[in-house]
DNA sequence: GGTTCGATGTATCGGTCCGATACATCGGCG
DNA sequence: CGCCGATGTATCGGACCGATACATCGAACC
């Protein structure tokens, strides 16, 4: 999950570790905390020897100037290459069980730009049947065996429960808007946000910060 | 966090572990999936030997019969000790961070009936805060960032904020209830439901399923 | 002018927990 | 009578976290 998350956000900018775990954050805040150093390291690392990102700054004209004289400097600069797009590409079009649960969920809806409408609608029938299931378990908690909890575990399940209705609610529009082929916000169709139709690398990058 | 709730569970009555995740899932269901068993088993193990759980049906009268003629049958009950209890005791009355995300806080909230009213009101100002903070993260992102962001991650931001504002919510009438020494449900205080004030352990078990 | 302090930045280690898998038993149903 | 789903115990590799260490830099403060 971590490494799709991270090749999707490497389409954004080029970035070094500590940008990505604020980027990253900051998108999928809503869904999962912070991600942690202790994994996204060493993830930078597989992904960097599985060829899917390289460190930048090594455009072919300015390199190996000042071999070690000023000691290296911190930052280490990641950046996807064409065969971390494919991957990306991949995996964020296909869909496990593990894409439907709150992290998987949130890292593909996150990156829902980069997708096309057939994928969106079947990520989102899919966590919609998901939250369903769960749902359904609460209900049944609290129908059939209440009597034998407290109240303190009965307000749990209500609360619970109350998030699940909410969440398919919430669900339930997308999807509407989904197939009506509108932008989540229920406005009018936007003419920028729609998925990538070209193929090659040519990204719209249109970050302003730093 | 499964050793505390393990402890919990095995407070309501001995129970081996297959019945131990069911129990565990559908007290814990409103805040995290099913637990593993591939951590549940481990854990057994663990707190076994730490001597807060022993294998029931040795009871010190009909033991040994029969040692091997009918192999052994397949269920393992355990039952938590006098030092359980204690471990127990003292891990359910202190918080750490892991004490307010998701699975911690559902864990203790899921076991007030068993705390007194000073940590239950502790536990739930701590979540509060744990979520007013990610509340206003998130608010954050929606005010300063809200151009660098595509309308999905944004629609994303809104859902996770407006959960976050639910869940401050009723947090708010919990800490409310508690103050006025009220049961969660918010109506009259009810009298079998408090706090354990016993100290030994003569536990009232009142499971009538299976 | 020095110094302290928080933000930035990379990195590792131990531990917790999950997902997949294996395997064995038992009761019911065709 | 055999098959199948629920029950039941168990392990293994891997993903991810939390704590920790350490180093740099700019700003604020004395």
């Given amino acids: 999950m971590l490494e799709l998350a991270i090749l999707g956000i490497l389409q954004e900018s080029p970035m070094h570790g500590y940008e990505i775990r604020k980027e990253l954050t900051a998108k999928l805040g809503a869904f999962r905390a912070a991600i942690s150093y202790g994994s996204l390291y060493p993830t930078l690392r597989r992904l960097q020897a599985?060829?899917?990102i390289t460190e930048a700054g090594e455009?072919?004209?300015?390199?190996?100037?000042v071999p070690a004289l000023t000691s290296r400097r911190g930052r280490i600069v990641y950046e996807i290459t064409a065969e971390g797009k494919e991957r990306f590409a991949e995996r964020i079009a296909q869909s496990g069980p593990e894409t439907y649960d709150d992290t998987g969920f949130g890292v593909h809806f996150a990156f829902f730009s980069r997708t096309d409408q057939a994928t969106r609608l079947r990520i989102l029938e899919g966590r919609r049947r998901r939250v369903e299931e769960r749902r359904e378990g609460l209900r049944d908690v609290l129908a059939r065996?209440?009597?034998?909890?407290?109240?303190?575990?009965?307000e749990l399940q209500r609360h619970g429960l109350d998030a699940c209705e909410r969440e398919v609610r919430w669900?339930?529009?997308?999807?509407?808007?989904?197939?009506?082929?509108?932008?989540?916000?229920?406005?009018t169709p936007?003419?920028?946000n729609g998925p990538h139709t070209g193929e090659t690398g040519d990204e719209v990058v249109n970050r302003k910060k730093e």
């Fill in 50 to 52: 599985a060829g899917w």
């Fill in 59 to 65: 455009t072919p004209s300015a390199a190996d100037e």
């Fill in 145 to 154: 065996a209440a009597e034998r909890l407290d109240a303190y575990t009965l």
């Fill in 171 to 187: 669900l339930e529009e997308l999807i509407a808007n989904e197939r009506s082929g509108r932008a989540p916000d229920g406005g």
């Fill in 190 to 192: 936007q003419q920028e």
